[in-house]
């Protein structure tokens, strides 16, 4: 119970959270008000109860008188008929208190049976020569003794008066009443729980409304959060919005700037590449060679750059298998020797939490490097892993690499094999791609003989 109410304190759910609290503060304020009224009834109960006795107590009395030769006599009449009926558990009695008085006059509830008395010494009187006690009663219930002793007349007549009353009703009616009260307060609690959880839920709803509405401009189903919110949230979509539409302005201010940077440069390196063909040949092939390395060195800073400005957007969302199948199939051609496979889920399935260029970028490469080496054949694969993650693996049945020529391979720039044609950096780009977006890439081997090259990408589900 203890670990529940726990996890139920730190859940995330602000829903759960207000209920469970709003609810227990009900549901305590309810159990306090129903022991007080519970309380205070049975006060008043038992009160009205004594205060009863006392009065008939003072009737009888008064009802009361000793004769010339000191025998008690009188017709007492209480006013309630519990004291005529037999064996009811309301009875009186007056009995003499000295050896001067004679007789005895009970209520015809007690036919011809009597209460035993506690004695004086266990139960004294108090300052008004009056005592109260408890004592079993004649059909086992218990009664509560109201007692007093009287002098009748200038003789010193005495009488001891015995109003006897049934506790255990008063005490069944209270027991009857507090039933009573749990199911009321208990109905009342319900509901007030049940109203409560409507309450809370119906003015929580904005807040649902904003977490559909975020995913929605997540998963790029919308471009802005709704409007319209109540007072206390629209200020929150607002600046949301804001943010959106700054981190939008970023993006594209980043492009332009990526643009620009590539026009500048591109025409340069161009020139650069053009007069290495009139310098002689051993010169003009380490200038040609390095220029060309300088080209895909720009290129790929300046994608990372874009990568670095895109990967913190909210708003993209590629079907992957749609991109896969293309890019395989341009490989295909670009490699009629190799037989090229692809393997995929549903479309709906695979959707990359990303822009289609990263995507391409980073199939192309892998693909492009496995068609380097492979024999004869190409897998591409894509599959969902986990909750929110889409893996996409490619292999080929060419030499594959060792655990240390893996590592080698993973270094910017690092060419394996000098005689084939490259950069070097297209592991290092598929690298970095998959590092922005927080994913991983491993090398290992595959079971067509070759390398296997699996990314990890985050998923829209």
């Not at 959060?225 to 970023?250: C, H, K, S, Y």
């Not at 890439?441 to 003989?449: I, R, V």
Request: proline share 3%; charged share 25%.
């Amino acid at each position: 119970m203890g670990t529940d109410l726990k996890a139920l304190l730190l859940s995330r759910s602000l829903t759960a959270r207000v209920i469970f609290l709003t609810s227990l503060w009900a549901v305590a304020a309810l159990f306090v008000v129903g022991a007080l009224i519970s309380t205070l009834y049975e006060r008043t109960a038992r009160e009205g109860f004594e205060n009863l006795l006392g009065a008939q107590l003072y009737n009888l009395v008064n009802a009361v008188s000793v004769d010339g030769s000191g025998s008690l006599q009188g017709n007492p009449d209480l006013g309630d008929l519990r004291y005529a009926r037999p064996l009811s558990g309301w009875y009186w009695e007056v009995l003499p208190a000295t050896d001067n008085t004679s007789g005895r006059l009970t209520s015809a509830s007690l036919v011809l049976l009597t209460v035993p008395q506690a004695p004086v010494s266990n139960v004294p009187f108090d300052q008004m020569y009056r005592r109260t006690y408890e004592e079993h009663g004649l059909n086992g219930e218990t009664l509560k003794v109201l007692e007093t002793e009287v002098v009748l007349d200038s003789q010193n007549h005495t009488a001891r008066f015995r109003v006897m009353g049934s506790l255990s009703s008063v005490l069944d009616d209270i027991g009857t009443f507090d039933r009573t009260l749990v199911f009321y307060l208990g109905l009342v609690g319900l509901g007030t729980v049940l109203v409560n959880v409507f309450v809370i839920i119906f003015a929580l709803r904005p807040l649902q409304r904003v977490r559909v509405s975020l995913t929605d401009v997540r998963e790029g189903r919308a471009e802005r959060l709704q409007t319209g919110f109540p007072a206390e949230i629209e200020p929150l979509a607002v600046e949301m919005n804001a943010l959106i539409d700054n981190n939008r302005r970023i993006v594209e201010r980043s492009r332009t700037q990526v643009g620009n940077l590539a026009h500048s440069l591109k025409t340069p390196i161009a020139i650069l590449v053009n007069e290495a063909a009139n310098i002689d040949a051993e010169k003009g092939r380490v200038v040609a060679e390095q220029a060309a390395r300088m080209r895909g060195q720009v290129q790929h800073y300046l994608d990372r750059a874009r990568m670095a400005a895109q990967s913190q957007s909210i708003v993209f969302r590629t079907p992957a298998r749609e991109v896969l199948e293309r890019v395989a199939r341009v490989i295909a051609k670009l490699n009629p020797r190799l037989d090229v496979e692809f393997e995929g889920a549903e479309t709906g399935d695979l959707i990359f939490a990303g822009e289609r260029q990263d995507l391409e970028e980073v199939v192309g490469n892998l693909l492009d490097n496995a068609g380097k080496w492979a024999e004869s054949r190409i897998r591409l694969s894509c599959r969902v892993e986990g909750a929110d993650r889409l893996a996409v693996t490619v292999e080929d049945d060419g030499p594959g690499l060792s655990t240390e020529e893996i590592r080698e391979a993973l270094k910017r720039g690092r060419r394996l094999d000098e005689a084939t044609p490259g950069s070097g950096l297209g592991l290092s780009i598929v690298r970095d791609i998959v590092g922005e977006y927080r994913g991983t890439l491993e090398l290992g081997a595959s079971d067509l003989g070759g390398l296997s090259a699996k990314v990890v990408l985050p998923r829209i589900r």
